[in-house]
């Protein structure tokens, strides 16, 4: 049998667990992304330049050495110097190279390599160092945070608005990448996310989305009805409630709402009900059934009709289609 505590003070302390999926960016980030991937650093030597097709996916280059152009389909030229970071937030088109008349080529995906040596590419001129690296998006599904974003962002590790997050995360990614050592390539890959989170506090912080997305966070409010959405996403919400709870009357509340996300409270939690959904049938063996019921819905028919609504397949096809895409090499 336990042993009974004597006194008040043998009691064990309880320490709660911190929930990252309460947090709505976190939230969002572990439903929507299914991959990231670093390529192995560049070295590229003047004359050189890449030439990006669109993809379904966030990419980001990180200037260590030298300086770089990238050219965002849509957008004026950016001049990347050493410690700054060009985000591709939602996959456009572009061009990296180190000068205007610099012929780009195309570029593709590699073999995955365990190699750190960085690639070589270019002519003899001088030097520009770049890592680089995509985070995938789950079936082509474009997070909501990332809609509303401009098609490039910059982080720069010297700009003092930033504060000293940047400019530490960027100093460990160069260091960790001038010399490797055991678990480097996950010491990086987790640097990467960090890098990817500070991008959306900037550019919410900075005003750059005045709707959609990431402009819901600079509202306490609207904040606030997402975090319950999110933290309870089984619960049955409806407009009149989530306006009581954030203190606002309901029309008031479901017109902020649905300015500053790009939908209505009901649409948004039906939308990030079936986001969820698809991130446990991706990730788990739990039956349909139960993931329906996890996430609000009381009958598998209505889950299923908004799943496919959503997803465009349904749960069963859904989950064999991610499970035929993890065997993939």
């Known amino acids: 049998m336990p042993k009974t505590p004597k006194n008040l003070s043998e009691t064990p302390e309880m320490l709660d667990l911190q929930d990252p999926r309460g947090d709505v960016v976190a939230d969002v980030l572990g439903a929507s992304l299914i991959r990231h991937a670093l390529y192995s650093p560049l070295e590229a030597r003047?004359?050189?330049?890449?030439?990006?097709p669109y993809r379904e996916r966030a990419s980001f280059y990180l200037v260590a050495r030298g300086s770089a152009r990238l050219e965002v389909e849509g957008e004026r030229a950016l001049v990347l110097s050493p410690g700054e970071i060009?985000?591709?937030?939602?996959?456009t088109a572009h061009v990296l190279r180190d000068a205007p008349d610099s012929d780009p080529v195309p570029v593709c995906d590699g073999p995955y390599s365990p190699s750190l040596a960085p690639r070589r590419i270019g002519g003899r001129g001088a030097v520009t160092g770049i890592i680089a690296g995509f985070f995938e998006l789950s079936h082509g599904q474009e997070p909501m945070l990332l809609q509303g974003m401009p098609p490039v962002v910059v982080l720069s590790a010297s700009d003092p608005s930033s504060g000293p997050w940047i400019l530490a995360t960027?100093?460990?990614?160069?260091?960790?990448?001038?010399?490797?050592?055991?678990?480097?390539?996950?010491?990086?890959?987790?640097?990467a996310d960090v890098l990817f989170v500070l991008a959306l506090r900037s550019t919410a912080a900075n005003g750059q989305c005045k709707h959609n997305g990431l402009a819901a966070f600079a509202d306490s409010r609207v904040y606030q009805a997402l975090s319950l959405m999110h933290a309870q996403v089984g619960e049955p919400w409806t407009?009149?409630?989530?306006?009581?709870?954030?203190?606002?009357?309901?029309s008031g509340f479901a017109a902020r709402f649905t300015q500053l996300v790009g939908e209505s409270p009901l649409q948004y939690l039906a939308r990030w009900r079936v986001a969820r959904a698809a991130e446990l049938l991706r990730d788990t063996d739990e039956k349909v059934a139960t993931i329906a019921g996890r996430v609000g819905y009381e009958s598998i028919p209505s889950f299923s009709r908004a799943f496919k609504r959503w997803q465009h397949a349904s749960p069963a096809a859904f989950?064999?289609?991610s499970a035929s895409r993890s065997q993939s090499p």
């Open 46 to 52: 003047a004359p050189w330049g890449l030439r990006v």
């Open 170 to 191: 960027v100093q460990l990614i160069l260091t960790e990448s001038a010399s490797p050592r055991p678990a480097t390539s996950i010491v990086l890959q987790r640097l």
């Open 86 to 91: 060009g985000f591709i937030p939602r996959g």
């Open 239 to 250: 407009v009149d409630k989530l306006a009581r709870r954030v203190g606002m009357s309901r």
């Open 319 to 321: 989950r064999r289609a």
